[in-house]
Every structure is written in C-alpha cells, then in structure tokens.
C-alpha cells in the first residue's frame, strides 16, 4: 500500500482557500487518490476521489500533477462546519476487498 | 442519499460480556467492513467481508471477534468476552464492487467497556 504523508494540523479562517497536500511517493498505476473528511465522533465520510489531472465536486477541488507522486486537496471558502480531520488515502478502488488504510489525517482548524 | 446505519449508537457493557454491534449496509452495495478508532487516534481496519464469507482480516481481528451476515440485510460485529481496551468507536462501512464513490460509513457505535 502506498504510504501517504500529510501536515498534521492547519489553521484557517473563515472564507479562506484552504489547501491540502498529501505526499505518496509510491503511488502505483491503478491507484486513486480519495480524501475523506471526518467530524468527532462520526465515521469518516469521503470527500472526493481522483486519478489524474484536476477533479472537482460540489465540496471540493483535487488538484493531481502528473507524476502523481502527490495530490493537493482545496476546499473553497471554508466556514467553521469545515473543522474536521481530513485523510488522504491512496489505492486501487477496483481491487477485491481494497480495505482503507487511514493515516494520522489533517486537523483543520477554521476559527471565525 | 442512501446511509449505513449503526446501532446501538452506544453501549456499556462490563468486562468479559458479550456484544454485538449492529450495522445495516446500504442495500445494493457488496463490500462490508468493521473499523474501529481508540480515542484520539488513527481509524483502523478490522475486518472486510464479500460474498458471505471474511476476505481479509486485520491482526486486531482475532478469536474473539466475529462477524456475520444473518440476512439480507445486517450485518454484525460480536466480541465475545470484551476486554477493557476494546473500548473505542466501531465503523462500519460498505461500497459497491469497482466504483470510484468511495465507501459509505456509518455513524458509529461507542463502545465502553467498564
């Protein structure tokens, strides 16, 4: 599985851009690359997923250069419901079982 | 927009009791699965299951923990004799086979063991 690395917290304001970005040096070829956003207490719910190139979504951006060898995730004009942890993820969504393996995440922080 | 519902969405229960904790999978998806996440840290993986059987299973997975699919529609996480760091939150999650939506999470059962 392809390891990912993320920043382990950011701070923002609200109506700011806020950007994420994930390493995943060892990203394979069938490999996506899905963020999931999780509240306390709740169960993580997915954001967005992509392979290449950009994808974009009524929540949020996802920006993927061409080596794919990272990914940023952009969340537009950010309110305080936006706090959260959000994880990046990478594997192949077509294998059978393709269990999540979550890391650390980032924890957001949007203050007022 | 379809849901994974959970319940109970907490118990308590008293050390060496048996739970079962509950989840009821979106109707057409194929893919089931259990996570769990300690307070404060990482969500992690139990144990996925396809075609009424385990297809793979973690190492937190062991004898005490089982699953089942008694229906058409539940499906269940028994710990039979639960241990004081059993205590956590309990996911369960399914997909469809092959698609790009990512898995849908339940809510979560709160598990305190006491």
């Known amino acids: 599985l392809a390891k990912t690395t993320q920043p382990i917290s950011m701070d923002s304001y609200e109506g700011q851009e806020v950007n994420i970005t994930c390493s995943h040096n060892n990203i394979a070829t069938n490999d996506y690359i899905t963020w999931y956003q999780q509240f306390p207490s709740q169960g993580p719910r997915f954001i967005i997923q992509?392979?290449?190139t950009k994808v974009t979504n009524e929540v949020a951006s996802l920006f993927i250069p061409a080596d794919r060898k990272s990914s940023t995730l952009s969340l537009p004009r950010v309110s305080l419901s936006d706090t959260a942890v959000y994880y990046c993820?990478?594997?192949?969504?077509?294998?059978?079982?393709?269990?999540?393996?979550f890391g650390g995440g980032t924890r957001v922080l949007v203050k007022p | 927009e379809p849901e994974v519902t959970q319940t109970p969405s907490h118990q308590v229960t008293q050390m060496g009791q048996e739970v079962i904790l509950r989840c009821v999978p979106i109707s057409n998806h194929l893919y089931f699965y259990w996570y769990r996440q300690i307070l404060g840290q990482k969500v992690e993986f139990l144990v996925s299951?396809?075609?009424?059987?385990?297809?793979?299973k973690s190492e937190i997975f062991d004898d005490q923990f089982s699953v089942e699919r008694p229906d058409g529609s539940n499906f269940t996480l028994k710990i039979r004799s639960t241990k004081l760091e059993d205590s956590a939150m309990y996911f369960c999650?399914?997909?469809?086979?092959?698609?790009?939506?990512?898995?849908?999470f339940g809510s979560g059962t709160r598990l305190t063991v006491v």
């Open positions: 299951f396809y075609n009424n059987e385990i297809s793979e």
């Open positions: 999650a399914s997909r469809e086979t092959g698609v790009t939506e990512g898995y849908t």
């Open positions: 993820l990478v594997g192949d969504p077509g294998a059978a079982g393709n269990k999540l393996t």
């Open positions: 992509g392979y290449k």
